[in-house]
């Protein structure tokens, strides 16, 4: 008899497993609520599972952020002398630049080093800046304030938002300027007829998010960051995330920016309209830049109402292909309803188990996937939903799973995907590589490079956005090496560019791939991109060092 599945339920929590029972069995059993214990009774072997279960249901993992735990420090070598940059001919901070930005914003302006230490440094502990000052602005005129100054003076400027980047981008190289968004933090409007939210740069998007639940809608993207990023560094990024399948990318969602140029000019972009088709649409050049054109200092984002249910499943797969079948099944079978699905290997299991002591809540397999479900009818929902599990069951597409349907353990489960950054950082230094291919060719890449790393790295790890294509590949070993560097680079970005991939899904290039960027576009496309930013910022003071290298290669 064709293997089915019994779903039982308990808190929120669900998992299934073969049984030789009828098929009709699972829509019954998935939505009965297990008031006694007795009802179903557990197997011994299934009593155990259960209490694995209920162990990670209690993890210490209640907020998704990059910083939910203190990261494994490492004194950090600076980013001048580990990759022998020049610096480039920019003035030096005076006594005299000091006491202009303290008459522009008393109280803000800081200089003490111990203050400025976690500034200078990236949130990986790779790269690491010298900078002697750092400005708190509250207002877009106080940013066209410094920025005129500092234009006039030749002096360089870092923006940064969160620091949560990871190439890179956002600290200084040498002794920039750090302009720091994080007083900008002021809800400007929302329309909730629209849905269209309005607010300054540095606000939290964590913080926008509980804003907007409130008012029965969510942000159109979601991180693993979200509790420390800033939206105005989302939208210089172009960040991705989690929530891209379903709502797409910030080049839609962002509806309007206002922004500072390096002279100081205030570029009012900030509109709040679905549909403008009025000439260029200028807001698409600073999404994505980096900060390297101008300073984001507010957004215009539409914003979905928020999803009424939610369901999240995190299922074992015996190989990648099965994880690519699922997808392709899910998608036919959950259609409007799927708002997620990321995959993991084993290998980042094992580090989260490690070094961040998570429970994995299902058997051992290869490879793991977690199915997101958003909609606003539970029972319709729940039986698509169901329907789907006994398919991928039942085809051996997927060998375990559980699912959650309960806020707490939701993030829970979350946080064996969102938490793998976090993990690595623990596991020593990282070579992290944002991959755009194929869907079929997203696992090779990691399958090639531990066959040319062998016992050279300490771990290679690929997880991802596979509903984007996008492959999250990372490599730790005991300590930087440069050897080990050669070895991958340029091979990554080579091997990328032979199956019409991007070196760079959602990351950005930042300091650390800007060199690499040929072999994602064209010399013609680089050059044009090269003259946007002479026209822009002549002085190079925006951000330098960053995204586009100093002339065509």
């Known amino acids: 008899m064709a293997a089915s599945i019994v779903v039982r339920r308990c808190q929120g929590w669900h998992r299934w497993t073969p049984s030789k029972l009828q098929t009709g069995y699972l829509r019954e059993t998935f939505n009965m609520q297990i008031g006694s214990a007795a009802m179903y009774p ?19 993992m209640t907020k998704r952020a990059l910083h939910a735990t203190p990261l494994c420090f490492q004194e950090v070598m600076l980013t001048s002398e580990r990759y022998e940059v020049q610096r480039l001919p920019f003035a030096h ?11 522009l914003m008393p109280g803000r302006v800081i200089t003490d080093a111990d203050e400025l230490k976690p500034f200078n440094v990236d949130w990986l502990k ?3 800046g010298c900078s002697k000052v750092l400005l708190k602005p509250r207002t877009t005129v106080e940013v066209s304030e410094v920025l005129r100054y500092c234009n006039e003076r030749n002096l360089a400027v870092n923006p940064q938002g969160g620091n949560t980047g990871l190439v890179g981008g956002s600290v200084p190289v040498f002794d920039e300027i750090i302009l720091s968004t994080a007083l900008m933090n002021q809800i400007i409007s929302f329309d909730s007829v629209s849905g269209i939210l309005v607010c300054q740069a540095g606000c939290i998007l964590e913080n926008l998010n509980q804003y ?9 993207l979601d991180l693993a960051a979200k509790g420390s990023c800033h939206i105005g560094g989302n939208v210089a990024t172009n960040a991705g995330g989690l929530r891209l399948l379903r709502y797409g990318s910030l080049r839609g969602t962002v509806l309007g920016l206002e922004a500072v140029l390096a002279d ?15 000439g260029y649409d200028l807001k698409q050049l600073f999404i994505g830049s980096e900060g390297t054109l101008g300073i984001v200092t507010a957004v215009s984002i539409l914003c979905p109402r928020k999803p009424k249910a939610v369901n999240l499943a995190f299922l074992g797969c015996p190989s990648f292909s099965q994880v690519l079948r699922t997808f392709t099944t899910c998608k036919g079978m959950l259609g409007e309803i799927l708002s997620a699905y990321e995959f993991m290997d084993n290998e980042c299991m094992e580090l989260v188990k490690r070094h961040l002591k998570l429970v994995n809540p299902v058997a051992e397999s290869p490879f793991y996937v977690l199915i997101e479900t958003s909609g606003s009818n539970s029972a319709h929902d729940e039986e698509k939903l169901s329907n789907f599990l006994e398919h991928v069951m039942a085809t051996s597409l997927v060998a375990d799973g559980t699912l959650a349907s309960e806020d707490k353990k939701i993030k829970t489960l979350w946080g064996l995907r969102e938490r793998i950054t976090e993990a690595l950082t623990c596991d020593g230094y990282v070579y992290k590589y944002d991959i755009s291919l194929p869907v079929e060719k997203l696992y090779d890449l990691v399958t090639d490079m531990r066959a040319r790393l062998g016992r050279n790295a ?3 790890v690929g997880y991802g956005h596979l509903g984007d294509g996008n492959l999250h590949l ?3 070993t005991e300590s930087y090496s440069h050897s080990l560097q050669e070895a991958i680079e340029p091979y990554v970005y080579e091997w990328t560019s032979q ?23 064209p010399q013609e496309v680089v050059l044009l991109m090269q003259q946007f930013k002479a026209m822009l910022d002549p002085k190079g003071i925006l951000n330098p060092y960053k995204t586009l290298p100093v002339k065509a290669e």
């Open 93 to 103: 901070v005076s006594g005299q630049d000091l006491s202009f930005f303290e008459r």
């Open 212 to 220: 907007l639940e409130q008012e029965d809608f969510i942000m159109p």
């Open 42 to 60: 557990l197997k011994k072997k299934e009593a155990k599972v259960w209490k694995r279960q209920l162990a990670c249901g209690i993890s210490h």
């Open 126 to 128: 790779t790269v690491r």
């Open 458 to 460: 300490r771990s290679v």
């Open 264 to 278: 100081g000019s205030i570029l009012n972009c900030l509109a709040s309209l679905r549909k403008d088709n009025t």
């Open 474 to 476: 990372n490599i730790t």
């Open 499 to 521: 199956y019409r991939g991007s070196i760079s899904a959602e990351h950005g290039l930042g300091f650390k791939k800007k060199h690499y960027i040929h072999y994602s576009k």
